[in-house]
């Protein structure tokens, strides 16, 4: 049973300076809501509702939004605005937020390890917030779930991409093991499109076994001098088992600002209601 959904939110989110010069990249808001509300939003579907989250310096509005502020609220309070924190509100009392800081930024394993004392010896899934999944059946995270009661290891989601963009993304080479389900046989961080094993490039959905840290421990320093989550997977691919799932939904890189504005607009077409 997994319990525990693990966001890091440490990095710096350089790529919309000046707006992240101050606030939180996962601050961000697509329409009126934060990229990290509509990540814990997919936890809490998925049945995750202890949500761990890896901060660092400047980070203080995460803790915030996912607590209450009595001032706003006894303003609005009897007010027709009040209904606009419904979804905040229904997501802070159905869910238990802890939170770790990450002193250096030194990759995503490194980050995943920071999370390490909040996670345990348990299975866990991971969100990259700025990858906002939308769907209107089951969300990603629900179908990996499903997924891990079935194959009890660790799982990657997938998405075809063009072949020049290879290099944003860890790309995985697998054999099918049925419809949209790949055993792992080796990946790659950011390769150039001649490097790249395939076009099948890792989003920001897993589900780890906690085995994961103490491979991450000994993973070196790979692509951009980092520690890489990709090579730890690699090694446990090769130890064990790793999975990668072609999931059913819609994906935005909301770390880009077109991928940010096309969210946006998608959202304000299809899921806003003023
Ligand atoms: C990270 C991972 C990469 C993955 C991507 C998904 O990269 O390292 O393997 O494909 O997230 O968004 P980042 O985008 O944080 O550089």
């Known amino acids: 049973m997994i319990r525990k959904c693990l966001f890091p939110a440490a990095g710096y989110g350089t790529r919309f300076l000046p707006a992240t010069k101050s606030m939180p990249k996962e601050m961000m808001p697509i329409v009126n809501k934060p990229l990290i509300e509509y990540g814990v939003e997919e936890a809490l579907e998925a049945g995750l509702s202890q949500i761990c989250i890896v901060t660092g310096r400047g980070k203080r509005a ?11 609220e006894h303003q609005i309070a009897g007010s027709s605005k009040e209904a606009m924190l419904n979804d905040i509100r229904h997501l ?24 390490e004392p909040l ?5 866990f899934a991971v969100v990259l917030a700025d990858d906002l999944c939308i769907n209107t059946d089951d969300g990603v995270l629900s179908q990996m779930v499903k997924l891990y009661r079935q194959f009890r290891c660790s799982i990657v989601a997938i998405q075809e991409v063009p072949a020049n963009e290879t ?11 049925k419809d949209d389900i790949f055993r792992i046989k080796s990946m790659v961080e950011k390769p150039a499109p001649e490097d790249a094993p395939s076009n099948m490039a890792i989003i920001g959905r897993y589900i780890l076994t906690p085995d994961i840290f103490d491979i991450i421990r000994n993973t070196e320093p790979g692509k ?50 003023p």
């Open 119 to 123: 996670i345990g010896d348990e299975a």
């Open 224 to 273: 951009g001098g980092e520690i890489q989550l990709t090579d730890a997977l690699l090694q446990q691919a090769k130890d064990g088992c790793v999975l990668a799932y072609k999931f059913r939904g819609k994906r935005f890189d909301c770390g880009s600002v077109d991928g940010y504005i096309e969210a946006t607009n998608y959202c304000y077409e299809n899921l806003y209601s």
């Open 92 to 115: 802070i009392s159905s869910c238990t937020f802890s939170y770790i800081r990450q002193q250096e930024m030194k990759g995503l394993g490194h980050a995943i390890l920071t999370g």
């Open 167 to 177: 290099h944003k993304y860890g790309v995985i080479e697998g054999e099918m093991i």
């Open 62 to 72: 995460l803790a915030d939004h996912f607590d209450t502020n009595y001032e706003l």
